[in-house]
């Protein structure tokens, strides 16, 4: 199985969209996940088969952060 990260998702619900369709065609069983601040706020998660919420990329210790 692979699966796909999409980080500052955002407004890119064609971009999640296409990763989505084009990932099926080749592994039926992959997913494409979404990070963005404000997840719930986001079109983008929103589509996206799973979301994690992240710091904001100026955040200090946002690579830290996000490997937890």
């Given at each position: 199985?692979?699966?796909?990260?999409?980080?500052?998702?955002?407004?890119?619900?064609?971009?999640?969209?296409?990763?989505?369709?084009?990932?099926?065609?080749?592994?039926?069983?992959?997913?494409v996940y979404t990070t963005d601040f404000?997840?719930?706020?986001?079109?983008?998660?929103?589509?996206?088969?799973?979301?994690?919420?992240?710091?904001?990329?100026?955040?200090?210790?946002?690579?830290?952060?996000?490997?937890?």
């Amino acid at each position: 199985m692979s699966n796909i990260l999409i980080t500052c998702a955002g407004k890119r619900v064609s971009l999640v969209r296409s990763f989505k369709t084009e990932l099926k065609l080749i592994f039926s069983d992959s997913k494409v996940y979404t990070t963005d601040f404000s997840p719930e706020k986001s079109a983008a998660c929103r589509v996206s088969d799973g979301y994690f919420k992240v710091p904001p990329v100026t955040h200090y210790n946002y690579i830290q952060n996000c490997s937890k």
